[in-house]
């Protein structure tokens, strides 16, 4: 099966869930047997939104400005940039010859192995500028397509080397003009386009090249560095250890993989840092500073540190986040109210939201963690600073999180105002959402509350930041034990290991069986629950035919009777896109059931349930509302969303399956999650924690891993990240206890 990072899960029933015994219910009971009687009224449907609604900026909209602005951030930064990223000191051998030839290009001499020498603090970056507030929600704006004679020319020359004509498109807006050109010049900047591999690439300069195509070529090298920095990427790092990154070359058939990375630093097409480790334990690289040996020094001490090598982009993000975080932990927040009128508020709080406004008074930067009974608590801080008379505001990771938030908020009392007090983070970034920004392009605000923080990847985290003025309040908050963002870096994990600013830990625990269940699994158990209301079953499986078969009965017929909660309002999640229990295939099924049609609409039909990816890693569950010359109508969360007909196959899949990242901030009445017998290599104890954790009133587990389920959750954490913020936070602000 292949994957998405998450599993998936086939059953039988059972009357109560005991997850340390998935297979020990009787063989043949029906999932309507197990999640019989009890039944609860439905809940209300959610609606599709007026024709005001349709006027509100759509969220891929949304998500577009934020990318533009991010881009327009890169660029000013390495506008601004004197000199390379700083990266450490004290280094000799292979690591200083690569840090040296960064050191030489950039200085426009040839490289030399030299020792490189403690660069100057990075410079203060400018405030964005302000944006444009968009003022219409028409369709989609697709990128500019790449013009048709550069796509003919590309074609001619894919032709030649034997590939497909179909990348035509996706190389000529990967290469930009000249994209025929590039290619006979490197054939291997294939690479740069999504899904090619670098033996596809190798074919392909093999026809092009003829005699001249060696595993050698520097070209080659330099290539399949930079292909695996993006794989690493898409996996969560923002760099590689030197030794990590030499290993894969040399798996790549690279003859000498060191110097294919320090080809790749000296033609600008990665970076090179050095970060000294102080953590027990942690790997490291030892050098000898040739200073003091050349001295004659013999009692030269030996400093563990790290050679990491990564792509500019997520350098610059990284370092622009630490600063950002460096600024806000070192600034005074501003005076807003006096310590006695915060204390008050905190006293009416009580309880751990007491603790987060204490500290939220005299800090700028606060984490707070806790599960979904912990957003009380952020709610009550909104309040309280709007009481205040702050500029608060919330923003959360999608639309679904933002209304779930919105409904704390009101249950909190927040003051009225003209506007509301939360918004998505694509939204507040880009201006469609929010208070929008000042005359000197920060955002409007005083506080600024971050929902789902373990979703921000560093590039998104750095704009928030970088938004923020002097004295603002930024408050990031989340539950760390669910899966990490989809983009590069663990931001939230990062800082809380870190330790440079108050950690407020909720006492609010997730209430019921499903909050005993999970809470459980947070802390490595897989525990027996009572489940007197069918809160949780369990419906064991013997293979991939009997799983999708009891997924559809579960969700067509047993959960609405048995539970009451509607097939609508039910949502399967699974651990991967591929495979016989993939979404693909429990998506064909359940449409077949619950919604036939022929597919008129490039496979959809009105009434679908839908996931749009507005971008990489951004999913908003939706349904579809009709199709037009302007392309395919979507309603996501009451907000109509238009995508373009040449965008519906690549942003646009069914959605009454999903996989837990792409579940990761939504919450539904009734969840299936399905567990077949190949989803046991990518089971984790994150993945079990986020898929159990959508459900707010029942859990089915179609389970077919036996006891893999429990050993995932006992013993497979997260998978490591290779980050540098906490080496990037160390020098610029002192450890808080």
């Keep these: 099966m292949s994957t998405e990072p998450e599993p998936a899960e086939d059953a039988e029933a059972t009357e109560v869930a005991e997850p340390r015994t998935p297979g020990a219910a009787a063989e043949g009971t029906a999932p309507e047997a197990a999640v019989a009687e009890g039944a609860t009224a439905p809940e209300p449907a959610t609606g599709e939104g007026d024709a005001e609604e349709a006027k509100k900026l759509s969220e891929a909209e949304a998500e577009l400005a934020a990318q533009r602005l991010e881009r327009e951030r890169i660029e000013r930064r390495k506008a601004e940039k004197q000199g390379p990223i700083p990266a450490g000191t004290k280094l000799s051998g292979k690591a200083a010859d690569l840090l040296a030839a960064v050191r030489a290009v950039e200085s426009g001499e040839k490289p030399v192995a030299a020792v490189f020498s403690e660069p100057e603090p990075a410079p203060r970056r400018t405030a964005p500028q302000p944006r444009q507030q968009p003022v219409s929600a028409g369709p989609v704006v697709a990128p500019a397509a790449p013009a048709p004679e550069n796509i003919e020319s590309v074609t001619r020359v894919l032709t030649e080397g034997g590939a497909p004509d179909a990348l035509a498109p996706q190389v000529a807006a990967a290469l930009g003009e000249g994209a025929d050109e590039q290619l006979r010049a490197d054939p291997w900047q294939l690479l740069r386009v999504a899904g090619v591999r670098p033996e596809q690439a190798d074919g392909f300069a093999r026809a092009l090249l003829g005699a001249e195509c060696a595993p050698d070529d520097e070209r080659r090298g330099r290539a399949v560095t930079v292909w695996l920095l993006e794989q690493a990427a898409l996996a969560g790092h923002t760099a590689l250890e030197m030794p990590a990154l030499t290993a894969a070359l040399a798996q790549r058939a690279v003859p000498d993989p060191d110097a294919a ?6 033609e600008g097409d990665a970076l090179v840092f050095q970060d000294a480790l102080d953590e027990p334990g942690a790997p490291a690289q030892r050098e000898r500073d040739p200073k003091a040996e050349a001295e004659g020094d013999d009692e030269v001490e030996e400093r563990p540190v790290r050679v990491l090598v990564g792509l500019e982009r997520y350098a610059l993000a ?4 630490a600063d950002g975080l460096a600024r806000l932990v070192n600034s005074v927040p501003k005076e807003d109210g006096s310590a006695a009128d915060w204390e008050q508020a905190a006293a009416a ?3 751990s939201a007491a603790e987060l406004i204490r500290a939220v008074a005299g800090h700028g930067l606060v984490l707070h963690t806790g599960g979904e009974a912990s957003l009380a608590e952020p709610a009550l801080l909104l309040g309280a600073a709007r009481g205040l008379g702050l500029r608060a505001w919330a923003a959360a990771h999608g639309p679904v999180g933002r209304d779930r938030f919105a409904a704390q908020v009101a249950r909190a009392d927040v003051p009225e105002s003209d506007e509301p007090a939360v918004a998505t983070v694509a939204g507040l970034l880009s201006g469609a959402e929010g208070p929008g920004r000042d005359a000197d392009g920060a955002l409007d605000l005083d506080l600024l509350v971050v929902l789902d923080a373990p979703q921000l990847d560093v590039e998104t985290a750095a704009l928030l930041t970088e938004s923020l003025a002097d004295g603002a309040r930024l408050v990031l908050a989340g539950d760390p034990a669910v899966l990490w963002s989809v983009g590069p870096g663990r931001v939230f994990a990062d800082l809380l290991a870190a330790r440079i600013c108050p950690q407020i830990a909720s006492r609010r625990p997730d209430p019921g069986p499903l909050g005993e269940l999970v809470s459980g699994i947070g802390i490595g158990e897989l525990n027996q629950v009572e489940a007197p209301g069918k809160e949780v079953v369990i419906v064991p499986v013997r293979d991939a035919g009997e799983a999708v078969h009891r997924t559809v009965q579960l969700v067509a017929d047993s959960v609405p009777r048995a539970i009451g909660v509607p097939a609508e309002e039910t949502q399967v999640i699974t651990p991967g896109h591929g495979g016989a229990v993939g979404t693909r295939a429990l998506n064909v099924v359940l449409k ?13 039909d009105p009434g679908d349930r839908i996931a749009y990816s507005p ?5 908003l569950p939706g349904r579809v509302v009709k199709a037009d010359a302007d392309g395919l109508h979507l309603s996501c969360a ?3 969303v238009v995508v373009p007909q040449d965008r519906v196959e690549q942003s646009v899949r069914h959605g009454w399956a999903l996989t837990a990242h792409q579940a990761v901030g939504s919450r539904w009445p009734a969840v299936v999650v399905v567990l077949p017998g190949d989803a046991v290599q990518v089971l984790s104890r994150p993945w079990v924690y986020t898929a159990f954790g959508r459900a707010d009133r029942h859990l089915s587990v179609v389970h077919g891993v036996d006891q893999a389920l429990a050993r995932a959750v006992a013993e497979i954490p997260a998978k490591p990240r290779t980050t540098r913020l906490p080496a990037l936070l160390a020098p610029q602000i002192p450890t808080a206890g």
């Design 592 to 604: 077949e059931r619950l919604n036939p049609g022929p597919g008129r609409f490039g496979g959809f």
């Design 318 to 321: 990284e370092e622009s986040l």
């Design 349 to 351: 709080a009580g309880g």
């Design 615 to 619: 971008a990489p890693g951004r999913t």
């Design 638 to 640: 009451g907000e109509a």
């Design 261 to 266: 990375v320090q080809d790749t630093i000296a």
